[in-house]
């Protein structure tokens, strides 16, 4: 699962041994900052994803569901937008929305829509 948040951009996967563990990881160090402990975050620097923490699944859905109650905005690009510091994250968001947008403008899904 990928979530693009204020927070930041992480993917969230099931731990290869592990039943009820997730690994939670980030490109950006900041971005599993602003939701665990510094000291949980595992650095491995030839990896896909150099960051990522493991959290239980009960750990991440309380997580998510602060998450969720914390949205307090009617824009999510416009939210991060009024974040000077954020400028770089909001350029890699747009990328994705267009993705996104040129992915759902294809003629294969807008004729099954």
């Known amino acids: ?6 927070n930041g951009f992480i993917s969230v996967v099931a731990h290869w041994d592990l039943a009820d563990v997730l690994i939670v990881r980030a490109r950006v160090k900041h971005d599993l900052q602003s939701l665990f402990d510094s000291q949980r975050i ?56 267009k993705v996104m947008r040129d992915y759902a403008n294809h003629s294969i899904f807008r004729r099954n829509a």
């Open 1 to 6: 699962m990928w979530i693009a948040s204020k």
């Open 42 to 97: 595992i650095e491995t620097e030839d990896a896909d994803y150099r960051f990522r923490v493991l959290v239980n699944k009960q750990e991440m859905a309380n997580i998510l569901v602060k998450m969720i109650k914390g949205i307090d905005y009617p824009n999510f690009k416009n939210e991060i937008a009024v974040h000077p510091d954020q400028n770089d994250k909001l350029k890699a968001y747009h990328e994705i929305w």
